[in-house]
């Protein structure tokens, strides 16, 4: 099975070598770390130190991983912690928030044989923390052959995702034999990598780490300046509308039709960096007053209706001025994205039908009050008018606001403690020698 699935990472590589050509010749996204991406990241001496390896694929990962790497180089000081990503917006963001404990910023190799090799000769990782549950093959083989560890950290496995996987359970069971710890965010997501084959004495349900976030850490002092340039404290409520896809930013439009949209102001946070100049073009031609973040500063920011946040790593600074969220990925079947970072942050969250990617969180927010959910909707229309239901009720009501965000703090309060388990059973390989 080895050998089939490296031919088909060969093909795919060579059928997408023409997308990353003509990305490098026009500076797209795809292009990016592409010399990192074939195993040619810089070398580094480590002196003797522990290197340990915490790969995060994208912006989310980087984030929730944040305070178990501080936690990590605060209780091992003496390791060298090397981050990889596989987008190039993790990067950015990686490069901020682990540039105090970080010695390296690295892309992850493509699971080709020779960019891996390539790559573990430069980096000598001795512990290799693959988070959520970034399963490549030949990386997790050429790891464990090279004598290091390689242990699953809030892992999470989706229903989608492990129907997927069971379709080849054989070469997964072979895997995950090279996975030394699974520490896993659910008891169902640890009962589906062990059906996948992945011994039960290794597999061991620790928590999430996005309910250890704290969203104030590091973003004071640019909240402050979000709060200053957009006045922000004059008295409009702020509607956020976060990490959304094509086409919600329509939706929250038109569900602030009319005299909604002028009581409230609303900053619009498209999950994707490449669909910036889309949603530009978009709120052009809605109507709306609109400024963008990325815009030297003007007079037109203090009024404008909408603020179009086109930046990289600094929506969670924006939390703490806003009245409400609606969270993205959630009105399409993408499955929602993370609801974690305004919980913490004691807001009212509005959400769609769609939150398969975050089933155990929302059942709980749901059960204590902490969110309100959108019902499926036969059109359109009626997409942007539950919309509309939930944030005129949320901004008629401030004590309903409030007590909405109350409860989702609460939720997240009552299940942090998943950095300090994750710790716990990651000592005897922080410790151990190869």
């Known amino acids: ?4 699935y490296n031919i088909a990472v060969w093909l795919g590589f060579l059928i997408l070598a023409p997308r ?8 797209g996204k795809w292009a990016a770390g592409f010399s990192q991406r074939l195993g040619k990241v810089p070398a580094f001496n480590a002196a003797g130190r522990k290197v340990v390896l915490l790969h995060c694929v994208s912006v989310g990962e980087a984030h929730a991983a944040l305070p178990l790497a501080r936690k990590l180089k605060e209780r091992y000081p003496d390791i060298a912690l090397v981050v990889s990503t596989t987008t190039r917006t993790g990067q950015q963001v990686a490069h901020d928030s682990y540039a105090d404990i970080a010695e390296r910023v690295l892309y992850f190799p493509f699971d080709l044989r020779g960019s891996v090799r390539r790559f573990l000769q430069r980096v000598k990782p001795d512990l290799v923390l693959l988070t959520e549950t970034e399963l490549w093959f030949n990386f997790i083989d050429l790891v464990e052959g090279s004598g290091a560890r390689v242990c699953i950290v809030n892992g999470r496995l989706s229903e989608r995702s492990f129907r997927r996987y069971s379709r080849v359970k054989g070469f997964m069971r072979k895997m995950l034999d090279h996975v030394s710890l699974a520490l896993m965010q659910t008891d169902a997501d640890a009962d589906r990598i062990r059906s996948l084959g992945m011994n039960q004495e290794r597999v061991v349900v620790s928590g999430n780490l996005k309910f250890d976030l704290d969203v104030g850490v590091d973003n004071g002092t640019l909240t402050r300046e979000f709060q200053k340039r957009f006045d922000l404290h004059a008295g409009l409520p702020l509607i956020i509308a976060a990490s959304t896809h094509e086409p919600e930013e329509r939706y929250v439009l038109e569900s602030l039709d009319g005299e909604l949209g002028h009581s ?3 900053m619009l946070v498209p999950r994707h960096p490449e669909r910036f100049d889309a949603v530009e073009k978009l ?3 809605s109507g ?3 400024v963008r973040r990325s815009s030297p500063p003007s007079a037109e920011d203090a009024s404008a209706e909408v603020i179009l946040l086109d930046s990289i790593g600094e929506l969670r600074a924006a939390y703490p001025l806003a009245e409400i969220v609606f969270v993205g990925g959630s009105l399409i079947p993408h499955g929602g994205q993370s609801v974690f970072e305004p919980a913490a942050a004691g807001k009212a969250i509005v959400v769609g039908p769609y939150t398969s990617n975050f089933t155990a969180v929302m059942r709980t927010l749901l059960e204590e009050g902490g969110i309100r959910q959108t019902p499926e909707a036969p059109d359109e229309f009626q997409i942007s008018e539950r919309l509309y239901e ?3 009720d949320l901004l008629a009501f401030p004590d309903r606001t409030a007590e909405l965000g109350r409860n989702a703090a609460r939720v997240i309060q009552s299940g942090r403690g998943a950095v300090e388990r994750t710790l716990e059973y990651l000592a005897p390989l922080l410790t151990s020698q190869r």
């Open 283 to 285: 709120l052009s031609k």
């Open 1 to 4: 099975m080895a050998f089939f």
């Open 264 to 266: 409230c102001r609303l």
């Open 20 to 27: 990353f050509l003509y990305d490098k010749l026009t500076h």
């Open 390 to 392: 939930e944030f005129s």
């Open 288 to 290: 709306y007053s609109f």
